[in-house]
């Protein structure tokens, strides 16, 4: 399946599928023009950490405004706030082009304040959990690398589904502060995507579904693989909440979904980081 981002074309696509999927980006608007300029006053472009939509006439001109653009997200990222600024440029030879006139450039940065979950696997549990997930101020990316579990109906508007066939893939593509959810039909895939997560600089939660039997066996295989205790304090497993007991899909998803409106109203210590939870236990989703 075709992530339905790279189906956007327009500008005004993109600020709608960034704002509903929380994904921060950069609006450029040609704010002025004198002379000869490569696109009139009011166009615009829009620019994400890995795509561009649209343009404002191609050549150095662009290229050099996409690289302050991305720079200006990343350092919005960073401080976690909107930014703007105007770049003034002559279109002489000093920019490689020769059009002979100027134009001023509105450079806007709209970071996304909603937290993104990357829910791994679409088998029976997950299929419970996001339609709960969805009524949540939450930003889904739902990822699985089985075509055939594909959703054939609409998802909400803050959930998007992603068919990938290296998963272990999409974790470097998450936004820093990004909650991680694993719960595969497959073993060594959630230790894959564990690993990943586990080493990446700012992903604060790793919740995996299974058994307490796999959370140990998990621990001790992520300790071997350089995995730090500081790291591991980030891993939650058996994922979900040992008050709300039963191992029916239903079941297992409103546990989980308990521990995530937790985390959402800042509650962080009802399963130990790093090592199991005494009652939640799930093998594995074994759709």
Same mark, same amino acid.
């Given at each position: ?214 959370? !140990?066996?998990? %621990?001790?295989?992520?300790? *071997? ?5 500081? &790291?591991?304090? /980030?891993? +939650? $497993? ?8 039963? !191992?029916?899909? %239903?079941?297992?998803?409103? *546990? ?5 409106? &937790?985390?959402? /109203?800042? +509650? $962080? ?19």
């Amino acid at each position: 399946m075709q992530n339905e981002k790279w189906q956007v074309r327009r500008w005004f696509e993109a600020i709608h599928y960034c704002e509903q999927h929380a994904e921060g980006y950069a609006l450029i608007t040609v704010l002025t023009t004198a002379g000869s300029t490569p696109r009139e006053q009011g166009t615009k472009m829009v620019v994400t950490a890995d795509r561009q939509f649209d343009t404002i006439g191609g050549g150095h001109l662009e290229f050099k405004a996409i690289e302050l653009a991305r720079q200006a997200l990343a350092d919005s990222v960073n401080q976690r706030q909107n930014q703007q600024a105007v770049h003034p440029f002559p279109l002489a030879s000093k920019l490689g082009q020769c059009c002979g006139g100027a134009v001023k450039l509105l450079i806007e940065t709209h970071v996304s304040h909603r937290q993104v979950l990357a829910l791994f696997g679409a088998g029976h549990v997950a299929q419970a959990l996001v339609p709960v997930l969805a009524q949540l101020p939450l930003s889904v990316r739902w990822i699985d690398n089985r075509e055939s579990l594909t959703p054939t109906g609409p998802l909400p508007a803050n959930v998007d589904y992603l068919c990938d066939d290296e998963p272990v893939g999409e974790i470097p593509l998450l936004p820093g502060g990004s909650w991680v959810v694993i719960m595969t039909h497959d073993h060594q895939l959630d230790f894959e995507l564990a690993e990943k997560a586990l080493k990446h600089p700012d992903l604060p939660y790793v919740g995996m579904i299974g058994s307490q039997t796999k959370a !140990k066996r998990f %621990v001790h295989r992520l300790q *071997s693989k350089g995995i730090s205790e500081q &790291q591991l304090a /980030h891993f +939650v $497993t058996p994922i979900g909440l040992s008050e709300i007991p039963g !191992k029916l899909p %239903v079941e297992v998803a409103v *546990s989980v979904s308990a521990q995530i409106i &937790q985390r959402l /109203h800042g +509650v $962080t210590g009802s399963a130990a980081s790093g090592t199991v939870n005494t009652k939640k236990e799930v093998l594995h989703d074994t759709q």
